[in-house]
């Protein structure tokens, strides 16, 4: 089946410049996340969402980080006025549910590039 | 002091080698613990999880050390498909919504 897709694959942008980053979950999953990976660094959780609503949102690194997932599906990572230092590869993984311990499966990530 | 620690490495081994890798984790309440596999320039995926009586699977073995706080993973037989970091995982519990906290990684390259 299907695994987790994510859009774009690249994203070069100017400094202070606003960003969409989209994670579409493998069917059925209810739960999603976001994690920010930098270079030679191992991903860094940012959001979880179980269904619609964001039951964990204390990786984000400050206010202009924010995600949606209205249908409990699609999810999409907004950062506004962008920095250098969002410089990262974006990745969203979802699991079965995210009560217990389900193995969690990553998309291939966006690489975003802020200049 | 990040959460979970790893060698940063880089190891190179020859091909056939036995290579250990070591993690320790600070949080005593982490309940779940996993190695994952990312090659270069993609997405991590699931290796093995980790139990406190050890697991393994062919050539790679897991083992835990709950009172030391201590993850290793071992492969055996080292093979050129095995060249990737390997990142330690653990989680803090069960009602925690599984949120992964990674080690930095290790990176292994297996030379012929």
């Known amino acids: 089946g299907a695994g987790v897709s994510q859009t774009p694959s690249n994203k070069v942008t100017e400094k202070g410049k606003y960003v969409e980053l989209r994670c579409d979950p493998i069917?059925?999953?209810?739960?999603l996340y976001w994690y920010r990976q930098s270079l030679g660094q191992g991903p860094e959780f940012l959001i979880y969402?179980?269904?619609?609503?964001?039951?964990?949102d204390s990786g984000l690194p400050n206010d202009r980080f924010f995600a949606v997932r209205p249908e409990g599906s699609v999810s999409t990572l907004k950062i506004q006025r962008t920095e250098r230092g969002d410089s990262a590869v974006y990745l969203c993984?979802?699991?079965?549910?995210?009560?217990?311990?389900?193995?969690?499966?990553f998309g291939p990530g966006t690489r975003l590039t802020v200049t | 002091r990040k959460e979970v620690e790893q060698d940063p490495g880089p190891f190179n081994v020859p091909e056939g080698a036995t290579v250990a890798f070591n993690c320790t984790y600070s949080?005593?309440?982490?309940?779940?613990f996993f190695w994952y596999r990312q090659d270069c320039r993609k997405e991590p995926k699931l290796l093995m999880s980790?139990?406190?009586s050890g697991n393994e699977d062919g050539r790679f073995t897991a083992q835990l050390n709950r009172a030391s706080q201590y993850i290793s993973l071992l492969i055996r037989d080292s093979k050129l498909s095995d060249s990737a970091t390997y990142l330690c995982?653990?989680?803090?519990?069960?009602?925690?919504?599984?949120?992964?906290?990674f080690g930095q990684g290790t990176e292994l390259s297996v030379k012929p």
């Open positions: 995982v653990v989680t803090r519990g069960y009602n925690q919504g599984g949120k992964l906290i």
């Open positions: 969402f179980q269904g619609t609503g964001a039951a964990d």
């Open positions: 069917s059925g999953h209810t739960a």
């Open positions: 980790v139990y406190s």
């Open positions: 993984a979802s699991s079965l549910t995210g009560t217990g311990v389900y193995e969690q499966y």
């Open positions: 949080n005593s309440a982490s309940q779940s």
